[in-house]
């Protein structure tokens, strides 16, 4: 079995073709440009790789809903061309293949459930954490669209008492993603994440903002592990200062003995930064199935 | 077809029969005692009423984990005896019948779903705010459960400016329960909620901390329907407040026209103080359908 994956990026689209283990054969990556000459550029990437069906993971928002006219399409995002731009249905005339089309949280969640961190589990969250936060929401052995899909990357949440940067987010000034993706650490400081050595106050506050989230999630749903990705989670100094404010914050509440240790319920994604690939693989693998 | 429900509360336990339309044929009401009493009680009621099948929507936290050995238990709560106690296995052992079984938020948000103010939506979530604040969650379809299931009235939020109170809660202080369940409303205030004004400045802080905790589970979750329960929404000069400040938080973030007009989307159960002996009806439905 030769599945097409692509993890549909802002910045940059990997494509790659896998099998049915979540192996990854072959893959290539090139910048997001003009919606047309990205996806000819797919397109040509899988022509002749035999695929039986192709998943894609992509930057949204997204119209997730089988049931409408624009089912497939990049909806109102601000990146210049790809305004309801139908990304899967170009995909499609040129493959004519089953696919499986979810938001790149979402795969990354899906993959990390099918074969990462919460394999044989039913549910997991994903967040990424980086030029933006994603979320990506698996429960009950199924990802989670609604309305549109999960945008939990805009929550509001508590102010860390010392932090008295305003926020990034255009909408919401200092929700989630406006404290703590890249571009508010660099703004917040004045020089980038990457720069920043690694017992600087930044992290302490980033891990503030993530664990108030977090906490609000695992309240919410229960999730049965909770994986965070992306750059700015190659921080690893950030792991135990999450861990340790989402264990305050839920204060031994939910009883569940997988969160005596949050060393194993707050985790790495186990499929590093292949984990949206590996998603997209899965989605087209689920298309295959029906 | 004839269903037994239970909506088995830390206060009093309501049984009911009713059919696979959501109608209830007849019900009763009485004070939740020991478990061994209370559970007897509703075993009588139910012994000559032919029933086929059994849904039980219960004060919690509870297993719901089928594959556990104490499924069907109330597990961790304070209440006095009912600690550890198997509610569902002593239904079971009087009664015989196939059983269905769950919190009784995500109970009133099936019967809301299948019945209510969600009828023919894949997705909703229920609130109740009264005693306590509890959430359901449906998603997808289904009921979602994870480690335990949603404790989403324990969420942490962003404080009004205005409002000094510590907080009620025993594990957070001011968590969504700590600060506007009925007791954090009479510890505020010095009276009850029953007896302040309609126009009291108690509503408007009531209605911040519901729109914060209902923002972000509409990011996270991007449910279909908000529906607002319990004795507290009784005063319904909440939720014009509440849908006012949800809108200002999203900020029109969220790109679907369902939230062009909030007042039809946070609303409260059509089925009522039904919703939730509904909702264990429709459990019970379910577990004859296998």
């Not at 599945?3 to 549909?8: D, K, L, Q, S, V």
């Not at 005339?93 to 990462?116: K, Y």
């Not at 100094?237 to 319920?265: C, H, M, W």
Request: with cysteine.
């Amino acid at each position: 079995m030769i599945i097409g994956a692509i993890e549909a990026g802002g910045t940059k689209f990997v494509c790659g073709i896998g099998n049915e283990n979540g192996e990854i054969l072959d893959r290539i990556s090139f910048p997001t440009e003009t919606p047309e000459r990205t996806t000819q550029r797919a397109a040509e990437y899988f022509k002749d790789k035999g695929i039986e069906a192709l998943g894609v993971g992509s930057f949204g928002p997204l119209d997730l809903d089988k049931n409408s006219p624009t089912y497939g399409h990049v909806t109102t995002t601000p990146k210049p061309g790809w305004n309801h731009y139908d990304l899967l249905g170009h995909l499609k005339r040129e493959l004519n293949v089953p696919t499986g089309f979810d938001t790149d949280v979402n795969a990354a969640a899906f993959g990390e459930a099918r074969w990462g961190a919460a394999k044989g589990l039913d549910s997991c969250l994903y967040y990424t954490v980086g030029t933006g936060i994603g979320v990506g929401v698996y429960a009950g052995g199924q990802l989670v669209h609604g309305l549109v899909h999960p945008e939990g990357g805009h929550v509001p949440m508590r102010r860390h008492p010392d932090d008295k940067f305003e926020g990034a987010c255009p909408y919401h000034g200092d929700c989630l993603e406006g404290m703590a993706a890249g571009p508010a650490i660099a703004k917040r400081w004045g020089q980038g994440g990457d720069s920043l050595p690694e017992d600087h106050p930044a992290w302490e506050i980033e891990a503030h903002y993530l664990a108030e989230a977090i906490t609000g999630a695992v309240l919410l749903l229960s999730p049965k592990k909770v994986i965070l990705g992306g750059g700015v989670m190659h921080q690893s100094q950030l792991f135990p200062l999450i861990r340790g404010k989402v264990a305050r914050n839920l204060n031994g509440y939910v009883a569940s003995s997988a969160l005596d240790d949050l060393e194993t319920y707050i985790v790495p994604p186990a499929l590093g930064d292949n984990a949206g690939l590996a998603g997209s693989l899965a989605l087209g693998i689920e298309a295959l199935r029906g």
